[in-house]
Each structure stands twice: as structure tokens, then as C-alpha cells.
């Protein structure tokens, strides 16, 4: 079940422009096929601290966003994209922390420390709908 | 070369070990203080790794060109740091049997090593590194990334034959690597086109890292076979042949192909699997992704064979959790069911519909597939 969200930090920004893009690349592992993306692209790994990084689409374009990607060493096969609305549905929300120290450009991340650490199912739950929007939208860009 | 010495140990409890190497780091910061300086032990992770990779060309090399090993090839070399010998930094790796069984005197493993010696001393004349190994090449690219000038790491052979491996042959290797370069290889795929006109097939990928082309020659039938409507339609192929790759590994064209086989989704999924677990720690990126275990990778093996796939479902697509663990998926617009063999072999069984609200989920156990795969087929029924 969601907790409370955490404070934000002094420079985080909550996104509140529903329309707002929010390009999350994905690595090559976990795709097989064009079509066949895994839900585990929108799933926080261990570098996330369950914050998923993704870039704002407001001062990023999807493809600047996979260039941006592959200048810090990151492999990725192209990028998806959800909403600031589409986040905010599954009880989540999207943070602006690219004013922080070290962060890369445009950098923002959908808030999972809302979600119960021990609560498996709703981390997987919510990257299931957030990859059914993103297939919907289907690739922003395939380099 | 110098000798540094070491004997394979003769009775028979010792047959349980085996004094397998010593990897000599000296000059510089390795002639000076005490202990065994920390970067030393991710250049020994390199080097079973690409002793790993050697072992594999020797096997095909001694098996009439098979491509595939046998299943538990790469556990076989199972490398302890039992020592740090004194006179500069010498770390000393003993190689333990799997249990209940005892070591050879001489298997693929002690040759690669003269594979690996052979490679670094052909650092200046590449074109003398035979077309199977430059496979092999780009991986010392990973080794002897801490080496500081003047120093330099001694790789024995496998009669204990030492080579100098330092800064200047390391570049020289990737030099040597930044050319296409050509070798055998047996690549998983789907067919994304077969024109009779050309005589031509283009071969989609299973990692989605190329899209090679090739004349399908006398394996029309297989490749028509292979096709559906669309590639993701159609039925996964193991095609094997001669192959030329970009230097970044990436395969171009197949140059020959001498087999074409079209799998059932018990093979793929084993194949994929197989594929995954050879995963190098860190695969994700900033030291992110842990290797597939073979538990979870053997659990997802028990799981899928029970499975009724045709049945139920489409075959799934199966990806790498960056703990450790496998992930098979199956997405249909309005649901999203996934089952993941954790790296301790236990199942984690999910399922969404078109809200939060409509999930469902099952802990199984290890040893449980049978009870993964009940909850998956009532899961994926509706959607079949």
C-alpha cells in the first residue's frame, strides 16, 4: 500500500504540468524483440533508491534525452515516455531534481518511496500500467 | 618467460584442488608495503573471465566446431584466492572440483590458458591471434585497467610460463580490436525477412543488438519455416555460420551459414536463459545489474517446462532482474501477468488488470514450480 510521500529536498520541484513528458531509456537487456519491452523498464532498480530516473520532456526532446543518456556511459536501445498526469494516476509523483548536486541534465524521478518497500506487488503493479501507457504512446525514439 | 612454479597436487584429496595459477603484479606500486592492494582482485575477476571465454574456443575447437557448450561448462571453473605470495604481489588461485566430482589433469580450462598467453604475446603482431580468438580480444580491454606505468601483471601459461602484461600491450589489444573482425558464432534470432528474390535473409536478434544479413543458400525450407506475419509472429531460429562483426562486436552479415534451427519454446526459453546467465556483474551500468544465479536461472527452466505454453499463452519473452533473477512476461492490452525466479530460486507471481486495484499476487517458495505454474495458467486463461 502507498505511504505518505517523503518531503522534498530544498532544490527538488514537484512536476505539476499534467501534460508534461517524462523519457525513460531502456537498456537493451530488457527488450527482445520491437515490441516486447520489459515491464522492468519502468521498475526502480538498486541505482534508484526507488526513485526511477527519467528527463523532463519540457527541456529535453526524447532523442536529446537518449543522446544525454549515452554521454554518461549508459547503454540504452531508445526511449519511452510517460506523463506527469499518467504518474500522478497511480498515486505517484514526478520530481524535479535537476538542480541538485551531481544531477545530470533535465533530470527528474518518479517518486516509489510512496510505495511500502515490502509492498512487491504494487512496485510491480505500477510499472506494469506506467510500460502499458508508455507502449501506447509507443517509442518516442529508436536511435 | 620465467618460471614461477606451482604442481598440480597428486593424491587424491588434492584432486578435490588444484594449484591453477599465480598472476604476478609487480613494478610500481606492487614492489612497495604489505598486503595485497584491493585492485588487484578485479583484474583476477577479469582474468577468469576471459579464461572463461578461451576455455569455450578451445572446446569448439576440440568438438568439431560445436558452438554451444555443455550446460555447466562455465561452473567448472570454480577459482579461489587461497595465498598472496611475497616478491611483489602474487596472488595465488587454487581451482576447486564441482562437488562430487574430481578434477582432470588437463581440461579446457589449462589450455585456454596457453590461449591466453598466446593472445598477449601476439599484442604486437595481431594478424598472428587466429580468427577464433579475436572474438575473444576485446575483452582485454577490462584487463589490467588499474595497471599504473611500469607496472605490469606476469600470466602464466599452463606449464607455469610466465608473459608481461603491462600498459602498452594492453593498448596494443585494443588497437587490434578496433577492426571488424570475423569468427564463428551461432546467433538467436528471428527471421524479419527472407526475399527469394536476392536469395537473402535478415536475422532480427533475440538481444535486439543487430539485425545480420545473409544468403540462406541450401536453408530455404528452415528460414520459410521460421516466418510468420510478422517477426514477432514467427518462431525463434538458431542460426549458425560464419559471421563477421563490428568491431564493437555487433554482427553485420553471415559470411557462411551451416545450420538453421527453428525452436520449440522449451528450447528458446533454455536458450535464452543460458544466454542471460552469461551476464557479466554490473550489466546494468555504475556497477548495477548482479549476475544471473543458477537458481533462479534453474527455477525458471523447472517453471517454463511445466508450463503449457501453447495452452495457455504465447511464449513469454524472459529478461534479467538486475537482482540476480529471471523475469518471463506476458502483456495483452488490458492485462499484465509476469512470474520472477529470484536469485535464491523462489517465485514471485504478479498479475494487473486495468487498475491498481485489480493486482494479484503469489509468494512461491524454491522448490515450488509446480505451484507457480497453476497460479500462471489460471492467470493467463482469460487472456488465451
Known amino acids: 500500500m502507498t505511504a505518505a510521500f517523503l518531503p522534498l529536498d530544498e532544490l527538488e520541484v514537484l512536476l505539476t504540468d499534467n501534460a508534461e513528458l517524462l523519457h525513460r531509456q531502456a537498456h537493451p537487456t530488457h527488450l527482445e524483440q520491437d515490441d516486447q519491452v520489459s515491464i522492468m523498464v519502468f521498475r526502480p532498480d538498486q541505482r534508484d533508491e526507488r526513485k526511477l530516473s527519467v528527463r523532463q520532456g519540457s527541456q529535453l526532446t526524447a532523442e536529446q534525452a537518449y543522446n544525454a543518456h549515452g554521454e554518461e556511459g549508459l547503454e540504452s536501445l531508445g526511449t519511452l515516455t510517460v506523463t506527469v498526469a499518467e504518474v500522478g494516476s497511480l498515486g505517484l509523483r514526478a520530481v524535479d531534481d535537476s538542480a541538485t548536486d551531481g544531477a545530470p541534465e533535465a533530470h527528474a524521478f518518479v517518486d516509489f518511496r510512496a510505495v511500502e518497500h515490502r509492498d512487491r506487488a504494487e512496485m510491480k503493479s505500477i510499472a506494469g500500467l506506467l510500460h502499458r501507457h508508455a507502449l501506447a504512446r509507443g517509442w518516442t525514439y529508436r536511435p | 618467460m620465467t618460471a614461477v612454479g606451482g604442481d598440480v597436487r597428486q593424491n587424491e584429496a588434492m584432486a578435490m584442488a588444484q594449484d591453477f595459477a599465480r598472476l604476478r603484479f609487480a613494478g610500481g606500486r606492487f614492489d612497495h608495503g604489505t598486503g595485497l592492494h584491493a585492485d588487484v582482485l578485479e583484474e583476477v575477476t577479469t582474468y577468469k573471465r576471459i579464461l572463461t571465454e578461451l576455455a569455450k574456443v578451445v572446446f569448439r575447437r576440440e568438438n568439431s566446431g560445436r558452438v554451444r557448450v555443455p550446460k555447466g561448462f562455465e561452473d567448472r571453473l570454480d577459482l579461489r584466492l587461497v595465498d598472496v605470495e611475497a616478491g611483489s604481489q602474487i596472488p595465488v588461485l587454487d581451482r576447486i572440483a564441482a562437488s562430487g566430482e574430481l578434477l582432470v589433469p588437463e581440461d579446457e580450462y589449462d589450455r585456454a590458458q596457453d590461449l591466453f598467453t598466446q593472445i598477449i604475446d601476439a599484442a604486437f603482431t595481431p594478424t598472428d591471434i587466429p580468427r577464433d580468438l579475436m572474438a575473444v580480444v576485446p575483452m582485454f580491454s577490462k584487463f589490467g585497467t588499474s595497471l599504473r606505468a611500469g607496472e605490469w601483471i606476469g600470466?602464466?601459461?599452463?606449464?607455469?610460463?610466465?608473459?608481461?602484461?603491462?600498459?602498452?600491450?594492453?593498448?596494443?589489444?585494443?588497437?587490434?580490436?578496433?577492426?571488424?573482425?570475423?569468427?564463428?558464432?551461432?546467433?538467436?534470432?528471428?527471421?524479419?525477412?527472407?526475399?527469394?528474390?536476392?536469395?537473402?535473409?535478415?536475422?532480427?536478434?533475440?538481444?535486439?543488438?543487430?539485425?545480420?544479413?545473409?544468403?540462406?543458400?541450401?536453408?530455404?525450407?528452415?528460414?520459410?519455416?521460421?516466418?510468420?506475419?510478422?517477426?514477432?509472429?514467427?518462431?525463434?531460429?538458431?542460426?549458425?555460420?560464419?559471421?563477421?562483426?563490428?568491431?564493437?562486436?555487433?554482427?553485420?552479415?553471415?559470411?557462411?551459414?551451416?545450420?538453421?534451427?527453428?525452436?520449440?519454446?522449451?528450447?528458446?526459453?533454455?536458450?535464452?536463459?543460458?544466454?542471460?546467465?552469461?551476464?557479466?556483474?554490473?550489466?546494468?551500468?555504475?556497477?548495477?545489474?548482479?549476475?544471473?544465479?543458477?537458481?533462479?536461472?534453474?527455477?525458471?527452466?523447472?517453471?517454463?517446462?511445466?508450463?503449457?505454453?501453447?495452452?495457455?499463452?504465447?511464449?513469454?519473452?524472459?529478461?534479467?532482474?538486475?537482482?540476480?533473477?529471471?523475469?518471463?512476461?506476458?502483456?495483452?492490452?488490458?492485462?499484465?501477468?509476469?512470474?520472477?525466479?529470484?536469485?535464491?530460486?523462489?517465485?514471485?507471481?504478479?498479475?494487473?488488470?486495468?487498475?491498481?486495484?485489480?493486482?494479484?499476487?503469489?509468494?512461491?517458495?524454491?522448490?515450488?514450480?509446480?505451484?507457480?505454474?497453476?497460479?500462471?495458467?489460471?492467470?493467463?486463461?482469460?487472456?488465451?
Request: proline share 6%.
Open chain 2, 155 to 384: 600470466v602464466p601459461n599452463s606449464r607455469n610460463d610466465e608473459v608481461r602484461y603491462d600498459r602498452t600491450t594492453r593498448a596494443r589489444l585494443i588497437e587490434a580490436s578496433g577492426e571488424p573482425y570475423r569468427a564463428d558464432a551461432e546467433l538467436l534470432g528471428w527471421v524479419s525477412d527472407l526475399n527469394a528474390q536476392a536469395g537473402r535473409f535478415e536475422l532480427r536478434l533475440a538481444d535486439g543488438s543487430a539485425t545480420p544479413t545473409g544468403e540462406y543458400g541450401r536453408h530455404w525450407n528452415e528460414f520459410h519455416r521460421a516466418v510468420g506475419p510478422t517477426p514477432e509472429e514467427g518462431r525463434r531460429v538458431r542460426v549458425a555460420g560464419y559471421v563477421e562483426f563490428s568491431a564493437r562486436g555487433e554482427a553485420r552479415k553471415f559470411l557462411t551459414v551451416d545450420s538453421v534451427a527453428v525452436l520449440d519454446t522449451w528450447e528458446w526459453a533454455t536458450e535464452r536463459i543460458e544466454e542471460l546467465q552469461t551476464l557479466p556483474p554490473g550489466w546494468l551500468g555504475n556497477d548495477a545489474g548482479a549476475a544471473i544465479s543458477l537458481e533462479a536461472a534453474t527455477a525458471m527452466m523447472t517453471l517454463i517446462d511445466r508450463l503449457e505454453l501453447d495452452a495457455v499463452a504465447k511464449p513469454p519473452p524472459i529478461f534479467p532482474t538486475g537482482e540476480g533473477g529471471v523475469q518471463a512476461e506476458w502483456v495483452f492490452p488490458v492485462l499484465t501477468v509476469s512470474v520472477e525466479s529470484d536469485s535464491d530460486g523462489s517465485f514471485f507471481c504478479h498479475r494487473v488488470g486495468r487498475t491498481l486495484d485489480s493486482a494479484d499476487s503469489l509468494d512461491v517458495p524454491a522448490g515450488h514450480a509446480a505451484d507457480a505454474a497453476d497460479w500462471l495458467a489460471k492467470a493467463l486463461g482469460p487472456a488465451s
